[in-house]
């Protein structure tokens, strides 16, 4: 699995969440979580959770940065959901490491009771991906700012060092499941 | 999704760990977590992680809360690791909640440097199981009384909680994957 | 998994079979079986069964009842045929336990020898679905008013039943699935 | 998918449950419905549902007539459990086609209030399978004989006929799942 | 599993890559292999392999005979990619056999260094398909003419004779998975 | 994916074939194919074809190459039939490019009409597996000595580079699937 930090400035506008978008912009042909900073702005045709559709919700941000997860290796609802939470609560450890403190529901990370974070976790025929937005900063929500971790340096280094916490993460339960007896049964 | 909290004192051996034991002593007949705290002493027969076995480590603690998650919804590996490492998550949010900082390697919790839990997953062709156990004392690893939640009433609380928390993540993520829109594609 | 039985007439065009219908339509984040009663005349781009395009067949009935049911758990095409026949067994089974003899073929049901139903099952990346239609009154194919169900009670006490039915048998399923042992072999 | 039914008089002893039993006994390469009458037994060890076990239930008929489903297209437990119902329709149709009303409740059939029938479902890693019997003689449960279709001619065209109805059920969903489009979606 | 050998001139434009084109045109509803003869020039809204997209590579031939092989019974990307490279090994065995070596890198043939064939697979939500296609003749690529196999007869031996190997090799496949036991674990 | 051709002799007794094998005897957790010359005798409760069971065929070679190959993405039995089909071709291109001729039917390979291969393939609730054997030296079937590969640094190549094709097919097979585009729909 792979993690590529884009170096420029990306505005995330839905259309990332696409299946096979990484591979069509950066070439790769592994599992990948790509990295990148810019205005967040999903237009209706790229909304992927109903409820937002439904409710005219605006996913809107001036800045964020964004996780785009995408595996080949399922296209299991239920897998790319538990992995989305897995890397909702992968996040809220990365914060807490560096001294922030967040409450996790569900997808959601809340930053002194204001909503820091977007997510949304969906399949195609061919693969599963999420995406995982923090907002940098915000007049309404939640971000980073706020949290002290506004500056270029934090902002680089949250964006490389989450991006390899999963990509561990991920290698470390691929090891795992391969010494593993199966169950016996009553 | 079922959470139940054994009242009385309750040894693992190992053999909880078989498919359809929850539905074998309770009667359980939903996708269940089962709480319970007494001594743990795996035997070798009931080992399913194999490096224990190779190592001929011993899993053993005089005191332990158990944790035995069972899933019927899919028999996939991948699954019920990616529900381990949540779990492994959700008690770590849990014990920071309650003021216990532990660092998170995995599916294992360390207090001080020290593993506080074990933990181990795998399939059968009829169920996902998990377990997950926390050291209340132990002479050599991490633990509860250590974390100064040994008491009665923190050990309680933190089984009943715990159990409550996992329930209310896996049925949360179940409403979560019925609003989600498929993944266009590039 | 939820039935509910929408109280105003609803007419059925084909675009109900669509994924998410049910989210969309009425919040609902369950497994579900929607009822409602109102005029059928499926459009070719909501065709599912290519049979019908082929031959340019009209789905067509001025007063139907209609069951719309949707499952998150499996995109397994083998899965949604299987329960889209029991469905019509068990509507069979309903007709039968209120005087209407009929005979079923696959997912048809016949009444004197005229086709009493329509049905169709499919699935996309995120759900599976059925459509199983009975004609209240038609000029061609058999209905209820033939079988002297017609009258608002009747199909009201019918529509209300056999979703009833339906989810029952999903949930004694889903309760004998965790209770069996997986296969020896020979 | 091929049906077999067995000339001879054959004892089930629940050992028939086993994965691969129809190629070792008759070579058979395909799905397969194997159809026999004889006594049943079942013994402890061959019990697939722990209710049974639990309860210390002893599943025993002197003259039964047994179908043997396995198929080997998937492992799913939803899937052979699915499949179980519908067979159990199919039986319950065939007894209503040859003048004998049962009422079904979920695998089992009641002939005036008796239970009629017993059946068990389950996989194992290569296969899934079914049994389900039918009492032809029972002291004290529901049979053949009190239907008025006791006698070797109606028994054996019982055993004929809804072993080929199964087969045709299953030959023509996969026929009908291959005409179908995807679903769209809202 | 079905043969279908097109007796005319059929041009491949992309389109045939479709889900449910082999039902839609001829009515099968089994799997199938469908081959047949004439121009090959695949449009960008049916280019399935991105790396095509992005390089805006032409996939044109004057005569190609192409092969479309549709299997419904799983949706399994890699299950397809498998099947596909098999088929490739088929074809190479196929040329051997009538004395023609290439040699074979993933899905492509070469013939004295020259790429003699095309292949791309990919899923739907409701079936896997293949194309493979190979060049009768090319005034760039490898090509059956070059090969001594330009002529009528030939070409038409080979569009039956790989179409029923491959037909063979799968029906044998799903004859060995069904006498073959679980794996025992150490 | 790891190949590991070992240095020493090493027998095959059947029980290679258990899943974990790999990783218990050396700690690979990576899917893996390992390589070792040495007699073959399968005991009896270790052969995983019942065909070979019930013509109590005994499968032994006193000099054999073998390959045991093990994944642990999928335990879908089509795919592991489908890997090993695919592995068999590959063995005989091998074979073909030093010069030896084999004619392929299944999963088995013959030399001048006389079987020169054994190969079996199954899964447990973990993983799937298969093993395929080349005779070094036979007094009545097929073998290296001879093709003219008999000797020690023939033998030790063919080792080397099929278990290095395999390894190479099955990571173009995972880059390639992280490319395509899914199936448009008729």
């Excluded at 800045?63 to 296209?75: C, G, K, L, P, R």
């Excluded at 001294?99 to 399949?123: P, W």
């Excluded at 915000?138 to 934090?154: K, P, R, T």
């Amino acid at each position: 699995m792979k993690c590529i930090v884009l170096p420029e400035k990306f505005d995330y506008d839905g259309s990332q969440i696409s299946s096979l978008w990484a591979y069509n912009s950066f070439g790769v042909q592994e599992d990948s979580i790509v990295v990148f900073r810019g205005s967040c702005d999903v237009k209706i045709e790229h909304m992927i959770d109903l409820e937002d559709r439904r409710e005219n919700e605006s996913i809107w941000s001036e800045d964020m940065v964004s996780f785009i997860i995408e595996h080949f290796d399922s296209t299991d609802l239920k897998l790319v959901y538990a992995r989305q939470r897995l890397f909702t609560a992968i996040v809220r450890e990365y914060l807490a490491d560096v001294g922030v403190q967040t409450t996790r529901e569900g997808d959601d990370l809340f930053l002194k009771g204001k909503k820091l974070t977007v997510s949304i976790a969906s399949t195609s025929a061919v693969s599963q991906k999420a995406h995982f937005g923090i907002n940098v900063s915000h007049d309404v929500y939640g971000n980073l700012e706020e949290a002290g971790l506004g500056d270029e340096e934090n902002v680089s280094r949250l964006m490389q060092e989450i991006g390899a916490r999963y990509v561990r993460e991920f290698e470390d339960i691929e090891k795992d499941l391969r010494k593993s007896r199966p169950l016996g049964v009553v």
